[in-house]
């Protein structure tokens, strides 16, 4: 059975940084694009980064572009997230999800599985 694990998230004060982890099993996902999403209380669930199964092309959003950085690495079944120059608002639970397409890697109906989540909490 597929499962994805995300790791490496807590509290950090702001202008912190983390690195989060996404830990596929149960098949290879090296064909597949990887992708992170968060939700902070309250809210919607939205797109934060992406990668192509090469790790040759990745997308951000706006609000997290220049401070993070999304890579994998395919021989461990791993794509990890990089974020610096953390702020309050980054505070959600991170979510890493896997696509078997190319269209519409921002939106979560491109993705067929999804991992349960770690909680980011930034103090200011």
């Known amino acids: 059975q597929a499962q994805l694990v995300e790791s490496g998230g807590g509290l950090v004060q702001a202008g912190g940084s983390l690195r989060l982890s996404c830990a596929a099993s149960?098949?290879?996902?090296?064909?597949?694009?990887m992708g992170w999403f968060r939700q902070a209380p309250g809210k919607e669930r939205d797109f934060v980064a992406v990668?192509?199964?090469?790790?040759?092309?990745?997308d951000y959003a706006d609000s997290v572009k220049g401070r993070f950085t999304i890579s994998r690495d395919n021989a461990k079944n791993t794509v990890y997230l990089q974020m610096n120059s953390l702020k309050p608002e980054d505070t959600a639970v991170y979510y890493c999800?896997?696509?078997?397409?190319?269209?519409?890697?921002?939106?979560?109906?491109?993705?067929?599985?999804w991992g349960q989540g770690t909680l980011v909490t930034v103090s200011s």
């Open positions: 149960g098949r290879t996902f090296s064909s597949y694009a």
């Open positions: 990668i192509i199964w090469s790790g040759s092309h990745t």
């Open positions: 999800a896997a696509s078997r397409t190319y269209n519409r890697l921002a939106t979560q109906s491109a993705y067929d599985y």
